[in-house]
């Protein structure tokens, strides 16, 4: 008999928030923004140096699925990467440098009409977690990777499962899909490829063959038939 969870709860994701109008005059007197009240919320700002034209004389720091890459022009960063480009001025006197929990973050797309990119200053931390969540997961290795339990921390049946493999000594990697966006867009692309939609976890892959919910006959069944190659 397949059990099934009761179904998890769709995840969704903010957007970052639109800049400020780069049309605004420059302050008469230069001096580093001070930090929003809201620390982790990105706030529209006019940094004590320019951002505009190529971007020469700035340290720039990009990201992609690969991880982070520093530039010394806008040239050298990727279209798809220029939305979110960390900025920094390294001929800045020491008194208008951020504090090291800080960064300025630039729109590098499109210019205002003052010929400056739209900047933001955020937390380090904010700035890190976007870099995060464009990150591929870690590669398992084909041991681990064979089965693989998508779960949800609240789920019994999920719990079951796992304990059942282990009793019978089947190495396997749990996944939670409420806590990890990568390993909830693998399932659906997994339970998508075999025609299938998940209403519910667990979704079990077991060595390619997608089980939504706990069947233990079957998965009985299929340690059977690949136990020489397990």
Same mark, same amino acid.
């Given at each position: 008999?397949?059990?099934?969870?009761?179904?998890?709860?769709?995840?969704?994701?903010?957007?970052?928030?639109?800049?400020?109008?780069?049309?605004?005059?420059?302050?008469?007197?230069?001096?580093?923004?001070?930090?929003?009240?809201?620390?982790?919320?990105?706030?529209?700002?006019?940094? #004590? =140096?320019?951002?505009?034209?190529?971007?020469?004389?700035?340290?720039?720091?990009? =990201? %992609? $699925?690969?991880?982070?890459?520093?530039? $010394?022009?806008?040239?050298?960063?990727?279209?798809?990467?220029?939305?979110?480009?960390?900025?920094?001025?390294?001929?800045?006197?020491?008194?208008?440098?951020?504090?090291?929990?800080?960064?300025?973050?630039?729109?590098?797309?499109?210019?205002?009409?003052?010929?400056?990119?739209?900047?933001?200053?955020?937390?380090?931390?904010?700035?890190?977690?976007?870099? %995060?969540?464009?990150? #591929?997961?870690?590669?398992?290795?084909?041991?681990?990777?064979?089965?693989?339990?998508?779960?949800?921390?609240?789920?019994?049946?999920?719990?079951?499962?796992?304990? =059942?493999?282990?009793?019978?000594? /089947?190495?396997?990697?749990?996944?939670?899909?409420?806590?990890?966006?990568?390993?909830?867009?693998?399932?659906?692309?997994?339970?998508?490829?075999?025609?299938?939609?998940?209403?519910?976890?667990?979704?079990?892959? =077991?060595? $390619?063959? /997608?089980?939504?919910?706990?069947?233990?006959?079957?998965?009985?069944?299929? /340690?059977?038939?690949?136990?020489?190659?397990?």
């Amino acid at each position: 008999m397949v059990l099934l969870a009761c179904a998890a709860s769709g995840l969704a994701w903010g957007c970052g928030n639109p800049v400020g109008d780069s049309s605004a005059e420059r302050s008469g007197s230069a001096e580093a923004p001070q930090p929003a009240a809201s620390g982790e919320t990105p706030t529209a700002v006019k940094p #004590p =140096f320019q951002v505009k034209g190529d971007a020469s004389g700035l340290l720039l720091s990009w =990201f %992609d $699925g690969q991880g982070m890459h520093a530039a $010394g022009k806008l040239a050298d960063i990727p279209e798809a990467s220029r939305a979110q480009v960390r900025v920094e001025s390294l001929s800045a006197p020491p008194d208008l440098q951020l504090d090291a929990d800080h960064v300025y973050v630039a729109d590098l797309r499109k210019p205002g009409s003052d010929g400056n990119y739209p900047v933001r200053l955020a937390t380090r931390t904010w700035f890190d977690a976007q870099v %995060d969540h464009i990150k #591929p997961p870690a590669k398992l290795d084909n041991a681990q990777a064979s089965v693989v339990i998508y779960k949800a921390s609240w789920c019994g049946v999920c719990k079951s499962a796992a304990a =059942f493999l282990r009793e019978r000594h /089947i190495a396997f990697v749990e996944k939670d899909v409420e806590k990890d966006p990568h390993a909830q867009a693998e399932m659906l692309r997994k339970t998508q490829e075999k025609g299938l939609s998940p209403h519910g976890v667990p979704v079990i892959d =077991f060595r $390619g063959e /997608i089980m939504l919910g706990f069947d233990q006959g079957r998965l009985e069944s299929l /340690i059977d038939r690949y136990a020489k190659a397990i």
